[in-house]
Every structure is written in C-alpha cells, then in structure tokens.
C-alpha cells in the first residue's frame, strides 16, 4: 500500500521512476496472420506525474494503459512498476499486485448497479484485505466526501449524474489507496463543464501524490497534464512535458 509522508506525498519504493515500460512489444494473432498493437515502446512516469496517452482510435493507447495496470502481459519487454518487474508474476500474484498498487477509471464508470455508492467503494477494500473491516466504511465516505458526493453516498448508481458517477468511481479508484491511478477515456462520456471538473479532480489526486496515466483521444488536456506522451500504429511518436499552473482545489488527507 502507498503511505504518506508528512508532506502528503506517496511514499513508494524508492525506484527512481516509479513507471517503466522497456522495449514493450504486444502482439496478437489474428485470422490475418499476426498484428503488431505495441512496438517496442518505452514509457516511463514519476511519482505524481499526471501523464495524457493520445493518439487516434487504434494507436495502442488501451494496449499501453492495459500493460501497465498488469491486465494484459506483454509478447517481450519489460514493465517494472515500483521496482517490481510485473511482467514476471503469474495471474494470481498480478490479481493481488493490481489490488494494491492501481485504481482503474473507465469511460461509462463500470459501477456496480445493485450496490449503493458506498458499497461500490467499499467493494475494493473487502477484495484486498488492507484497509481493516472497521475503517472501510469511514475511509469510503471521506473518500467520497473528497470528490464532493458524501450526499450521494446511499444511493444507487443509476440516481447519480455521469459526473457524479465518475466521481464514484474516481473514490472507488483510491480505496486501497494505490500509488497509480488508470483512466481510459474517463471523459469520454462527460460534457465539457464536467469533464473539466474531472480533469481537475485528477490533477489534485498528483498534487497529492499519487501518479495518473490516462488515455483521451477527443480533448485537449494540456490545460491539466503534466506531460503528453503520443502515440501512432503502436509507437510513440512525441513525449513532451506541459508547463502547468493550475491550482488544486483540494488536498487529500
Ligand atoms: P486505442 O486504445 O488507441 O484505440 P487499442 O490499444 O485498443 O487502441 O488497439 C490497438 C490495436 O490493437 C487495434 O488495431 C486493435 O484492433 C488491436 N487489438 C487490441 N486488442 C486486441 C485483441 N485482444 N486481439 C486482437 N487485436 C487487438
């Protein structure tokens, strides 16, 4: 689990970069013969990074996203995270480490529609074993107090706005408290007044240390990111950082 250090900052490992993607190649086998997805790309973010993946629809952007968040292993290459290769480890040992170690955002939320709010982010914690039985409940409605829906928290999913829905699932991302949150065209599905709040959302989580990695095609972001890595026919083709000075509008405890 990340911990904290007195200035709020995740405290990890110590690896230098916390990402490392080398050499990554992925390909799959179709009735074609064989297709090249992602070809030899290295990628790399540090602690409290908030890093976009762009690129057009095909590029390899949720194959990358995929391989960092150990749901998809790659054909060769390596993908250390936190020092640890996860490339090595078997399906059981990955189910754990991604408990741990990432909180996954998606574009139409994937929030369980029988559940309530609350037990959509508790759900995480009952899988991982890591927050104690007795603080799931208090750590989940903190978690949802920080995105700005406590008010929300005992209904169901269906009740809440797409924004506010993604705000659930932004809360459920942190419940083990990961140092390395996912988002795969998390506003996607938002209008743009929302999507702006989400972005910020995002951008306060890395003030507060933690590291985002997320993949959007249809925006510009650079308003938000620190650094946009872009991708085409499964290879990056620019890495640029982006001077960025907007404040947070909170601070994670
Ligand atoms: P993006 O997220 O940029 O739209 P993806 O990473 O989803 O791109 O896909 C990259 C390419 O890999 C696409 O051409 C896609 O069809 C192919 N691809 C992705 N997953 C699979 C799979 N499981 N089997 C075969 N081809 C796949």
Request: glycine residues 8%; contains cysteine.
């Amino acid at each position: 689990m990340a911990t904290h250090g007195k200035n709020g900052k995740a405290r990890t490992n110590g690896a230098e970069k916390l990402i490392e993607l080398r050499h990554i190649t992925k390909q799959y086998m179709n009735a074609a013969g064989t297709f090249t997805a992602l070809d030899g790309i290295d990628f790399e973010a540090s602690t409290a990074e908030f890093v976009a993946v762009v690129g057009k629809s095909g590029s390899g952007k949720s194959t990358l996203l995929n391989m960092l968040g150990g749901i998809d292993t790659p054909t060769s290459g390596e993908v250390i995270i936190d020092g640890t290769p996860i490339h090595r480890l078997n399906q059981n040992q990955l189910a754990v480490w991604r408990g741990k170690h990432v909180g996954a955002v998606f574009q139409f939320f994937q929030l369980l529609p029988t559940l309530t709010v609350i037990e959509n982010v508790i759900l995480p914690m009952d899988f991982c074993h890591i927050i104690p039985i007795n603080q799931r409940k208090q750590r989940a409605i903190q978690l949802l107090e920080q995105v700005g829906i406590a008010d929300q928290a005992y209904k169901l999913p269906t009740l809440l706005s797409g924004g506010q829905q993604q705000r659930a699932a932004i809360a459920r991302a942190q419940a083990n408290d990961p140092l390395i949150i996912l988002a795969d065209e998390p506003t996607g599905n938002l209008d743009s007044h929302t999507a702006d709040a989400t972005l910020q959302l995002f951008k306060d989580l890395t003030i507060a240390g933690k590291t985002v990695v997320m993949v959007t095609h249809e925006r510009d972001v650079t308003a938000w990111v620190s650094r946009t890595v872009t991708l085409a026919d499964g290879k990056v083709v620019s890495n640029s950082a982006v001077p960025n000075n907007r404040e947070a509008t909170y601070a994670l405890a």
